[in-house]
Every structure is written in structure tokens, then in C-alpha cells.
């Protein structure tokens, strides 16, 4: 009986004679092809269609697999799209992934190692190349093919390693090889949607051991490899579709291929944690609202330098507890509401402490019906340091970070800001963010001793824990005058460790966050307002009174900020800050 599968079969038919076949029958032999041959025999796996073969081959191995649905649920049903994995077992992996999308996306082709071709039912799926020898003339056209074929609208699954993944000296562990740059050459090229997934596993410790005496004998052992799958279940992972205009347009293709490499180690499932249960055992309902008529009157009271600034409708004031309690429930009222939409809040009818008896108030107010549309608390260092008298610490942050005495708030006045919101219709609007920052801008006008501000950044638990950790490593400088009292404790993976180390991962937060944010969220749109204003990060901590939501300390120098943002925010005032003296 002829074989159903051989290395003969990938010599042309004109050179066969009976001493290449006895000798390429031996080989089959020793690399376990014979096997293959068996198991593609006894299944009738010959002449089936490629995805009939793929399923029939994944049952003749009885491999499960787990995370398929998930996978496909992000794959774009349409539209030029570049799919990039890990290698680790270097073959099965590319059955697997095939079989999956191609259901999703019928016009998949796959840029897939020249051994493959022992597979000839799975031919129609891809575009062979030689991952060995980046000079082989033969890759020029198939790599020219898969850019057309991209171009022209259609997804390309591609394993950048070219080989599989090898127990790496340097690195101590087993990893991949540098990725080929065609990945962020196509992407780029075609604008196409990047997709970055990541399967699950290894190959045999036999495999590892050969590898590491010539690296030849990975690619002899593949065979046998592919047969150690059977009776196991392989685990897809995928992160969500990237649009090719996320990337930075000044990356170039080594760095991009970098970066997409550890968006597909990204969402490996042991680089996953999940955020503690809910402390909140049951929301209770808010207080009513305080009457628009209420806020008003207490605002008649003022005197006219609390009030800030006007722009058309609203006005932005400041004042303290004592001049406004009504207007301070009315805020901590809103604090709650809003918070409870990012599963920040405290779970009571609002949200206050005795802090906002003594901090400073800054909010903004619909002047037609005494609405309050968000607001911002102020701790003045000087001021809270001369009422504390020696009791409890007088700032509020203290109870999530320990301050030491050279932190800036025992050193200089300064101002602690937090508790920040806006209501939802205008969350969405610049038009908010900006009042809060030119009443800022507008109060240290007034009081000029303030240089510098610090608080934090609430990152939401809504983001996912990866993006929480990435963003800490990529943009904290540790220093010993501040640290958390509870840490967050997830560090990233060792391989973006190792991306760090060569790349400012500051500069590529967006995408990767595109990459694991189901919704696409980037990072929070006050946190890169203060990334302009040339803000320093101490440290990332979790606040375990707000529900443990992971808060980003960081300091502003403002009078260091730069001119078009000091002249946006001070306007008038912005010279005579910058060149305030003390006296």
C-alpha cells in the first residue's frame, strides 16, 4: 500500500528512484512520519477538503481545544486583518488556528513553514515559506503574495518566530525567537486590523534537550511532537483587534515587530489576575438632591474672589465647608453617583468623610438652576499642617501611602487634589476637564505659594489588571519618600520585562492597551493630562476604602508646566506665577 504521507512527497516526481525511496523511507522512520502515515491511514484523512481534514486530523488526536469560541468572537468578520501567534509546538498550532478562524473568515490564508506541505489537503490554507534561511530566494514571492493578498482585503495568519519556540540560555526560560519584521511591515503597508494571539504550551523535554545541542533537531523532532498532542487540550487566547492606526507613526518595523510579539505574549493565561470581590455588600440609595435654590443661596454669600472664572452658563468657585455644607452634600452626593459608575463607589447614600470639612472645594455650577456638573477636592498643605495640631495626619492620602518627611507635602506648600469627577453629559466633553483646570489655574493665581500639586489618578477597575500593571511599570519612577500601603503585587510578564528594557514602554501604552481592553479604552484622559503637564510618578497603591481601587500618586511642578498650557490654564496670571518670589 503507498503512503499517505512522506518526505518523498516532497521531492518533485522526476528525481524519484528506488535508492531516494528506500532512503526517504528510512527518514520517515526515524522522525516518526510513519506514524503520521498510520494515523492519516486509519482516519482516511487523504483527499478530504482543508477544513474537513483540519477537524478529522484534531479528532484523530483527540485534541481539545478551549478558547475557540472566544477566539473567534474577535475575529473581524471583514476587511484586510494580520494575525500573529506564538510557536510553540510547530505544527499543530497552525491546524488549530486555521480551522478556527477559517470558519470566521473564509478567505484566510496562512504564511506557514515549508514542512507543512506534508499535509498536501491543507494547501488551499497556505502560502509556504522558509523560516530557516531568511535568504532563500523562494520567500521573496511568498511573502510578495501575502502582502497582496492583504491588500486586497483578506486575513493572513502568520508565525513571525518562523520556528518554534526553544529554551533560550540568556533568558532562562523557554521563548521565542525575534520575530521577522513582515508582521509590522504588513500591518503598516495595508493598514490592516492586527490580531495577537497566544497558544498555550510546550513540546516534550526531549525536544528542549536536542534543541539546545543544534538547533537543526528541533525541526527532525516536529513530527514526533505533533503526535505528543493527542489526548491533550491546547488553550487559545486572543486579545482584541488592534487598527494599524493605533501604533505610533514614528515606530520603526523592529520595534513595532517587538511590540506586537509581546501583545501576543500579552494574553498568555498565566499573565492574568483578577481584581478582589467586592467589599460593598449592598449599594444603599442616595440622598435626595439638594435644590438647585439651596446651592444658590449659599453661593450669594461668597465673597467675590471665590468666584473663579465664567464661561457662558456655568461658574467655577471655590470655598470651604463651612461657608457651603449644603453644596458640600450636594458634591459628595454626586461623588458617589458617579463613582458607582466605575465601581469606585462606597456603597453609601454619598460619598464623604471628615475631609471635607476641612479641604478646600473647587466646582463648577450651572448658574441658571444651582447645578453642580463636578468638582475637584483640594487638601492646602500650609493650612491643613497649622489646623492639624499635632492630631491625626491631616491628609487624606496618607491613609493609602506613607509619606515620609521629605515628601513635598511637609516640605512647601503645595496642594493634594483628589476626589475628582463630572457628571456623565459632560464626561465626554473637554469642555469640564477644562473649567476644573483654569479654576485651578485661577486659584493658585490667587494664592501663589502653591507651586506644586500632587494626588492621584483613579485607574478604574474596569480596566483590566494587565493594563493596571502595564501602566504602573511603564510610567512609575519608585523613589522612598512614597509608597503604597497596599500594592497592587501583579508585575508584568518577563517578556514585555525584557520590551522594556530596550523600549520606553511609555511610548506604547495606547496600544497595547488597545490589545487587551475588550471596549478599546486608552488610559485615562486626566492621567494623560497630567503626562503634559510634565507630571512625575511615585508610585501605584490600592485604595482599600474605595473598594480596592488602584489609585496613581503623582506630582505636577506648575509652574514648570509647559507655556501654551500655563498661559491655557492661568491665562493672564500665568507670567506672574511663573516669576512669583517668596518673600
Not at 506534508?118 to 490554507?125: P, V
Not at 534561511?133 to 511573502?143: A, I, Q
Not at 454619598?350 to 473647587?362: E, I, R, V
Not at 510618578?537 to 481601587?549: A, E, K, M, R, V
Request: aromatic share 10%.
Amino acid at each position: 500500500m503507498t503512503t499517505a504521507i512522506s518526505l518523498l512527497k516532497l521531492v518533485p516526481q522526476e528525481k524519484h528512484n528506488v535508492i531516494l525511496s528506500g532512503v526517504m523511507s528510512l527518514i520517515d522512520k526515524l522522525l516518526a512520519i510513519h506514524r503520521l502515515d498510520h494515523l492519516y491511514r486509519a482516519h482516511q484523512l487523504t483527499g478530504k477538503s482543508k477544513e474537513e481534514f483540519a477537524k478529522s486530523l484534531l479528532a484523530a488526536l483527540n485534541v481539545t481545544i478551549k478558547g475557540a469560541d472566544a477566539l473567534q468572537q474577535k475575529v473581524p468578520h471583514e476587511g484586510p486583518l494580520v494575525i500573529a501567534s506564538n510557536h510553540p509546538f510547530g505544527g499543530i498550532e497552525g491546524v488549530i488556528l486555521a480551522y478556527i478562524i477559517g470558519q470566521i473568515r473564509t478567505d484566510l490564508k496562512v504564511l506557514a513553514n515549508q514542512g507543512l506541505q506534508l499535509f498536501s489537503e491543507l494547501n488551499d490554507y497556505f502560502i509556504f515559506t522558509n523560516p530557516l534561511s531568511e535568504r532563500d530566494p523562494k520567500n521573496g514571492p511568498s511573502l510578495r503574495a501575502s502582502l497582496r493578498h492583504v491588500k486586497q482585503g483578506g486575513a493572513l495568519l502568520i508565525f513571525p518566530a518562523g520556528r518554534v519556540s526553544y529554551y533560550q540560555a540568556d533568558k532562562k526560560r523557554i521563548s521565542e525567537h525575534q520575530w521577522n519584521r513582515i508582521v509590522a511591515n504588513l500591518v503598516t503597508r495595508t493598514q490592516a486590523n492586527y490580531l495577537p494571539v497566544f497558544v498555550s504550551g510546550q513540546n516534550s523535554p526531549l525536544f528542549y534537550r536536542l534543541g539546545r545541542i543544534y538547533y537543526r533537531l528541533r525541526m527532525l523532532m516536529l513530527p514526533r511532537e505533533l503526535l505528543n498532542k493527542q489526548d491533550t487540550c491546547i488553550t487559545i487566547t486572543a486579545g482584541s483587534s488592534i487598527p494599524a492606526k493605533t501604533f505610533r507613526a514614528d515606530n520603526d518595523d523592529i520595534e513595532q515587530t517587538a511590540l506586537q510579539r509581546i501583545q501576543s505574549y500579552a494574553q498568555d493565561p498565566v499573565w492574568r489576575h483578577t481584581w478582589p470581590e467586592s467589599n460593598i455588600v449592598k449599594l444603599k440609595p442616595l440622598i435626595n438632591e439638594v435644590p438647585g435654590s439651596v446651592i444658590k443661596s449659599e453661593l450669594a454669600q461668597l465673597a467675590d474672589s471665590q468666584t473663579l472664572l465664567s464661561y457662558r452658563n456655568l461658574d467655577v468657585y471655590y470655598a470651604y465647608y463651612e461657608q457651603i455644607p449644603q453644596t458640600v452634600k450636594e458634591i459628595a452626593r454626586l461623588r458617589e453617583s458617579v463613582f458607582r459608575e466605575h465601581d469606585e463607589g462606597s456603597g453609601n447614600p454619598l460619598d464623604t468623610d471628615d475631609f471635607d470639612k476641612t479641604y478646600t472645594h473647587l466646582f463648577i455650577v450651572e448658574r441658571d438652576k444651582g447645578r453642580i456638573i463636578g468638582a475637584y477636592r483640594m487638601g492646602q498643605s500650609d493650612r491643613l499642617l497649622s489646623n492639624s495640631l499635632g492630631g491625626a495626619d491631616p491628609f487624606y492620602l496618607s491613609a493609602m501611602f506613607n509619606f515620609s518627611a521629605d515628601f513635598i507635602n511637609r516640605q512647601a506648600p503645595c496642594l493634594e487634589m483628589g476626589r475628582s469627577f463630572l457628571i456623565p453629559e459632560y464626561q465626554n466633553s473637554f469642555q469640564g476637564l477644562l473649567l476644573l483646570w483654569r479654576g485651578i489655574g485661577r486659584f493658585v493665581c490667587q494664592f501663589p505659594q502653591y507651586r506644586t500639586l500632587y494626588g492621584t489618578v483613579s485607574l478604574s477597575k474596569l480596566y483590566d489588571p494587565r493594563s493596571v500593571s502595564l501602566i504602573e511599570h511603564a510610567l512609575v519612577t519608585p523613589t522612598k519618600s512614597a509608597t503604597a500601603r497596599t500594592q497592587l503585587g501583579f508585575p508584568v510578564s518577563a517578556e514585555i520585562a525584557d520590551f522594556a528594557r530596550q523600549y520606553p514602554l511609555a511610548n506604547h501604552l495606547t496600544s497595547l492597551l488597545a490589545g487587551i481592553e475588550s471596549d478599546g479604552k486608552d488610559i485615562p484622559i486626566l492621567l494623560k493630562h497630567y503626562q503634559k503637564l510634565g507630571a512625575k510618578f511615585h508610585c501605584l497603591g490600592i485604595d482599600s476604602n474605595f473598594n480596592y481601587t488602584p489609585g496613581l500618586l503623582l506630582s505636577v511642578e506648575l509652574a514648570n508646566a509647559p507655556e501654551k498650557l500655563g498661559k491655557l490654564y492661568l491665562g493672564e496670571g500665568w507670567e506672574k506665577y511663573k516669576n512669583y518670589q517668596k518673600d
